[in-house]
Structure formats: C-alpha cells, structure tokens
C-alpha cells in the first residue's frame, strides 16, 4: 500500500508500505476513506519535534472494515468506522470515567501512521465507532473532523464548562479553536468571542457561532476580552495552540472561578506559580478523549445538526501529501484532507 512517511523536517514522502495484517485477535484492518494532516504534524515538520525517522504519519481516520480478529465482536467487516488518535479498550477503569486517551492499554495511532491506504486499529472493539448506513463525501467530512479536530475542540469545550448562560473565549483559530466554537454552541453558551487575525477563518468562525471577533493578542487581546465582559473576563476559555502566549492568553482572559480547557499540544510552556495561585483559575486539558465523545458527535453529524468538515479548506489526493504539509506550514491551508 501507499503511506506518507517523514524522513526528517520537510522531508514528506509517499512511498510504499508493507500492508497491515491482523497481528492481535483484537486487532482490526480498515480501508481508509479519509485521512488528514493535523496541526500537531507540523511540529516535527518545522523541526520543533525531532523526527523518528523514517516515521510514518498522521493519527486521523475514518474507514471501512476490511478484516478483524477473532476477539472482535463489535465491528464486523464492511462497517464504515471512526476511530480516535488513541486506540483505547474502552473498558479499564479510566476508561470507564471518560478518559480513554489515557487508558491503561492505549496505543497512539500516529505510530502506526493513518495517512495510508490501510490501518490497523489496535483494540478494535473499544477504539471504533460504527456510522449506521452509508455516509455521504460530505459526511465523511465531517465524520473525519470528528476523529480529532472536533473531537479535541469538543473536549476543550467541556473542559473549559460552556454552558448555558457562558460567555466562550477561544484561544486559537486554527481547526480545533474553529470546533470549539461549534462544541460551544451546542453545549448553548451565550456569547463566543473568537480570537483570530484572519478574515478567512473569522468569517468561519462566525459560520460556526462565534458572536464576536477578536483580533488583539497578548495584553491587548486580555484586556478586549475583559472589555466585552464587565471587565470580569470571560467563564470558560479554550486554548488551542500549546505555547507559553497562547496559555498565558487563555488564563488572563479567565475570570477568577472561571474555567481554561487546554488542548493545544503543549510546548515548552511553564506557568508561574504566583500568577496561577491569584488567578483563582480552574485548568483543565491535555489529549483529548474524543472516543467518549464520538457516538454523540457521530449522531450530530448524521443528523446534519453540525458540519465540522467546512474546516477542511484543500483536499488533495494521498499521493500529493508532500504539497498538504507545505501548503498547512505555509497558512494556505487550515486543515488538509488526503484521500486514497
Ligand atoms: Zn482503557
């Protein structure tokens, strides 16, 4: 089969890969409909995380069961499947309170590389979610947002308490800020002050819920914040980017009580403890455990209630993954979807 493979920073390659077999009898083998390139692959890309190289890529996917193991009761070939970034039993004790991205047997797909013609999906019956019937293009869209980028921004969502009666600020315009504003929405916050330079991707946001653009950062962007809310700041904050500015953003932009869900993949942040004490500020975040999430996310989707695939902005076929990093590194692109 065909795989893109890193082979150092900047260095993205199609080429040939031994096809997954069923190596676990919990193990299964998907056809891959869709997969994408996510804001977390341009960290090795640019060199900000080392490369094991030669590394296979990508950890979102959607697809079609081609064979299982003898342990797989819950998927049978033939179902059209979503799974997360970690594959998950499902049924340990962390799991079973809701955080199966940290599950005791989990396994990180990005390991074994999504961006491919097949996968094998590890713990098949506690990773995948069955669609019922046949999803269209469009669906499968926005079934493929849900195995990471909706999912994650959901979690943010969550995480942070939007709510009823909360005002949302979004850290982060990126395709999981983008989601979190959908995730908002829907959990029925009040007000959604999105912070983003970019007309593009603030006129999506807007699309999405966002009742309020903001286009100041740092000190600026604090206090724009604090503006547009009685100077208390906002409930519930969602950071979605990782560095030390975009944390320092959400916490500042949080009123004391208030809530801060953090999904950015983290680096070299370092908070200050004195800050963080007179804060009064609740953090909560880290990898998210979209498998919770997917069978509602799933039935959204289905139902055409919300359409997180609008994020996907270039779809190039999987050959051309090369041209889908340099155009997300370049900004061209918000998020990239790769089909077979
Ligand atoms: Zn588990």
């Not at 997969?35 to 090795?44: M, Q």
């Not at 919770?292 to 997180?308: K, S």
Request: with cysteine; proline share 6%; net charge negative.
């Amino acid at each position: 089969m065909r795989g893109v493979i890193m082979h150092a920073p900047r260095d993205v390659r199609v080429e040939d890969r031994d096809d997954p077999t069923i190596e676990q009898p919990t193990d299964a083998v998907i056809r891959v409909s869709a997969a994408c390139i996510c804001g977390s692959d341009l960290w090795p890309y640019r060199g900000d995380d080392p490369v094991r190289r030669p590394q296979p890529m990508g950890h979102e996917y959607v697809g079609v069961v081609e064979a299982i193991g003898d342990d797989v009761s819950e998927v049978s070939v033939g179902d059209f499947v979503v799974g997360s970034f970690f594959a998950s039993d499902n049924t340990c004790e962390i799991c079973r309170d809701g955080y199966q991205s940290h599950c005791v047997n989990r396994v990180p797909m990005g390991a074994l590389g999504t961006q491919a013609e097949r996968l094998r999906v590890p713990l098949a019956d506690g990773t995948l979610v069955v669609v019922p019937g046949s999803p269209t293009e469009s669906q499968i869209r926005s079934l493929l947002a849900a195995s990471d980028v909706l999912g994650t921004g959901w979690f943010a969502a969550v995480a942070a308490h939007a709510g009823p009666g909360k005002t949302v600020a979004v850290v982060g315009d990126g395709a999981v800020g983008l989601l979190g504003v959908v995730a908002a929405r829907q959990l029925g916050a009040e007000r959604i002050i999105a912070m983003s330079r970019h007309a593009d991707r603030q006129q999506l946001a807007r699309r999405f819920g966002a009742t309020d653009i903001v286009e100041e950062r740092g000190a600026d962007g604090v206090a724009r914040i604090k503006e547009l809310t009685d100077g208390l700041g906002a409930h519930s904050v969602i950071e979605a980017v990782g560095t030390q500015e975009s944390m320092m953003q959400a916490i500042r932009s949080t009123r004391p009580g208030g809530h801060v869900g953090y999904v950015g993949v983290s680096h070299d942040v370092e908070l200050p403890g004195g800050e963080l004490f007179g804060s009064g500020v609740h953090l909560h975040g880290g990898p998210a455990p979209v498998r919770q999430y997917l069978p509602e996310l799933i039935e959204l989707i289905m139902a055409g209630t919300i359409d997180p695939g609008a994020v996907f902005d270039l779809v190039l076929p999987l050959e051309d993954a090369a041209e889908g990093y340099r155009a997300m590194d370049e900004r061209r692109a918000t998020k990239v979807l790769l089909t077979p």
